[in-house]
């Protein structure tokens, strides 16, 4: 029996997949891990490999795909809109060491934080540089969410890991949906050159899943063009 997350992420793809104007690039829903059939298993087994407590916030949406991969893209005249999502199992992000491309190469405090990141979503497809990763802080019931951009580093988000699956699903993992998360920087390159075409892919999603309620995405949104203009 499928969990409440996983239909919910069937549905969305479904819903995408049922646009005439918006190609699917790759849908790959991958094995399911059906050994952990609860949340409480997954933790289970990624705290014997943490040694130690896990936050109790990583058992909300929980869902069993050990990878899932999703990417479209949106058709003429705005082929320029696409997105994409491919979710690693918690307990797999949980356990996975980091990449060669995130252990520390000096001490800087930046590379000392992306190796202690654990990725639990990734854009391979549009082969954007980004992914997002959660930061596990002792004795705290939320982990840190970090999203990382080639071109700017990791930027701290403000959403906690059970809202961040809930945004993607709502956006449909329209690319750097995850900056209307962080906190407003005129200085953040990679949220600067975002702006614009987050604008357009918010309307585009508006315009073609007039059901989805993006209001508070678009205030979002607002806030953070205002600002990135008072400072320009």
Request: avoid cysteine; hydrophobic fraction near 35%; charged fraction near 30%.
């Amino acid at each position: 029996m499928e969990t409440d997350y996983e239909r919910r992420l069937r549905e969305t793809v479904e819903q995408v997949q049922a646009q005439d104007s918006i190609r699917t690039e790759r849908y790959e829903p991958g094995p399911l891990a059906t050994y952990m059939e609860r949340p409480e298993d997954a933790l289970k087994i990624a705290r014997i490999a943490e040694d130690g407590p896990l936050p109790t916030g990583l058992t909300r949406n929980f869902h069993r795909h050990s990878k899932l991969s999703f990417a479209w893209r949106s058709l003429e005249p705005f082929e320029a809109i696409a997105g994409e999502f491919h979710l690693i199992h918690i307990a797999e992000a949980l356990i996975r060491g980091p990449r060669e491309e995130q252990i520390a190469k000096t001490d800087s405090e930046v590379d000392q934080l992306v190796a202690e990141l654990k990725i639990f979503e990734t854009h391979p497809v549009g082969g954007t540089g980004t992914y997002s990763a959660l930061r596990l802080i002792p004795d705290q019931n939320s982990p840190e969410i970090w999203y990382f951009d080639l071109r700017q580093g990791p930027t701290r988000l403000h959403i906690s890991y059970g809202d961040y699956l809930d945004a993607m699903l709502r956006t449909k993992g329209l690319y750097d949906w995850q900056y209307l998360y962080a906190e407003p920087d005129p200085s953040n390159y990679g949220m600067r050159v975002s702006m614009p075409y987050l604008s357009d892919g918010l309307t585009l999603l508006a315009e073609r899943f007039p059901n989805d309620d993006l209001s508070d995405l678009l205030i979002r949104l607002e806030d953070r063009e205002r600002i990135m203009d008072e400072e320009t």
